[in-house]
C-alpha cells in the first residue's frame, strides 16, 4: 500500500477519524494508568519548524519518547533547507533517514510538494491554510466532554483562517454543522466553503451564529505572519469577541475551546476561557493524545 500523509482532514475517511479519536481516548487512559507502551521503538520523527510552536512541538516530542521513539527537531536556520536546498531534494534525503516528517510552514502548497517526493508519511503541524493535528485534539475533546459531535452545531467566530478552514473540513469528515462568523473581508476561502455544501453558514453577526451551538470557538485575530496586521485587524474584528454573553445565546452547555495561544480581551474575554464552560486544558492536553494515535495509525 502507498504511504498515507496527513495533511488535511481529508486524507482520512470519516470512519478511520473517528477510529483515531476513540484510540486517542485509549491512549490517554494508558498513559494515565502509567502503563507503558512503546509501538514505534526506534522510530525517529523529523520536526521541521519554520514557525514558532509550544504545543505542537512538545506534544508530538513527548509523543516520541512516550512510545519508545525519538524526534528531532529541525530549524531552517540550522539546515539546508533555510539556504535554498529545494523541497524535492530535502524530502528525498529526510524521508530516507526519517520514518516520518511533521512539518510547520507558511504555504500549503510547500508540504504538499514535500508529500509528494517523501517515502515516508509527512503531517502538517500547521501551514497558513490548515491545522488538521488541531481538529483531532479537539474532537476528541468534544467527545470526552458531550459524547459524538455529529449532528451537532459549533460555532467559531473570527478570522477564517487556518483553523477556520479546519473546522470546515472537520463539519464535512465528523458530521456537524458549522456556522462562521467572520467579517466580510475575513471570510474563509470561497472553494472551501462550497465543497463543505449544506455543512456550513457564513454569518456577519456573531449573536445569529452562536444561536444554538454545542461548541463556540475562535482564533486569534492575526496568525503568524500576520503581525504586521494587527493593529488594522484589531479594528476591523471589533464586535467578534467571545464574550460571556454572546456564550449566553449558544446552547446552556455549550463548550468554550481555542486552540491556543490565546489574547485575553481581543478574541476571547478572560471570563469565558477561564470560565466554566472552557475546556482549553484539555483540548491542549489532548493534542499529545491525539497525536500519539495519529502516529500509531500512521506507522504500525
Ligand atoms: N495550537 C497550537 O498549535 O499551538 P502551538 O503554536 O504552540 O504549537
Ligand atoms: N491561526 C493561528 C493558529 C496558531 C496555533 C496561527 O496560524 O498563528
Redesign the pocket.
Known amino acids: 500500500m502507498s504511504v498515507r500523509h496527513f495533511l488535511t482532514l481529508l486524507d482520512l475517511d470519516t470512519k478511520e477519524l473517528n477510529s483515531l479519536v476513540s484510540r486517542a481516548v485509549e491512549l490517554k487512559a494508558i498513559q494515565q494508568r502509567g502503563e507503558i507502551y512503546t509501538p514505534l521503538k526506534n522510530k525517529v520523527l523529523g520536526m521541521v519548524f519554520e514557525?514558532?510552536?509550544?504545543?505542537?512541538?512538545?506534544?508530538f516530542e513527548t509523543a516520541m519518547i512516550q512510545f519508545g521513539g525519538q524526534a528531532i527537531f529541525l530549524s531552517p536556520r540550522d539546515t539546508q533547507l533555510g539556504r535554498g536546498e529545494i523541497i524535492e531534494d530535502s524530502a528525498r534525503v529526510l524521508s530516507r533517514m526519517l520514518d516520518a516528517i511533521m512539518i510547520?510552514t507558511y504555504e500549503h502548497d510547500k508540504v504538499q510538494l514535500f508529500s509528494e517526493y517523501s517515502r515516508v508519511p509527512v503531517i502538517n503541524?500547521?501551514t497558513d491554510l490548515y491545522?488538521p493535528?488541531?481538529l483531532l485534539a479537539d474532537m476528541q475533546t468534544f467527545v470526552e466532554h458531550r459524547g459524538s459531535i455529529a449532528g451537532k452545531t459549533v460555532c467559531y467566530v473570527g478570522d477564517g483562517n487556518n483553523m477556520c478552514h479546519s473546522f470546515i473540513n472537520a463539519a464535512r469528515q465528523f458530521e456537524f454543522k458549522l456556522h462562521i462568523a467572520a467579517p466580510p473581508a475575513y471570510e474563509p476561502d470561497a472553494d472551501i466553503v462550497a465543497a463543505a455544501g449544506e455543512r456550513v453558514a457564513i454569518f456577519h453577526d456573531p449573536r445569529e451564529a452562536v444561536e444554538g451551538a454545542h461548541m463556540v470557538t475562535t482564533d486569534v485575530w492575526a496568525s503568524?505572519g500576520q503581525e504586521s496586521e494587527q493593529s488594522k485587524r484589531e479594528a476591523d474584528f471589533t464586535g467578534f469577541r467571545v464574550t460571556r454573553k454572546l456564550m449566553k445565546l449558544a446552547d446552556a452547555d455549550a463548550l468554550f475551546m481555542h486552540?491556543?495561544?490565546a489574547h485575553r480581551g481581543e478574541e476571547v474575554d478572560a471570563d469565558v476561557i477561564d470560565g466554566p464552560q472552557s475546556v482549553v486544558w484539555d483540548e491542549?492536553e489532548n493534542?499529545l493524545h491525539a497525536q500519539k494515535s495519529l502516529l500509531e495509525f500512521l506507522l504500525t
Open positions: 514557525k514558532s510552536s509550544t504545543r505542537t512541538r512538545v506534544s510547520r503541524g500547521l491545522h493535528c488541531q503568524m486552540c491556543l495561544p491542549a493534542r
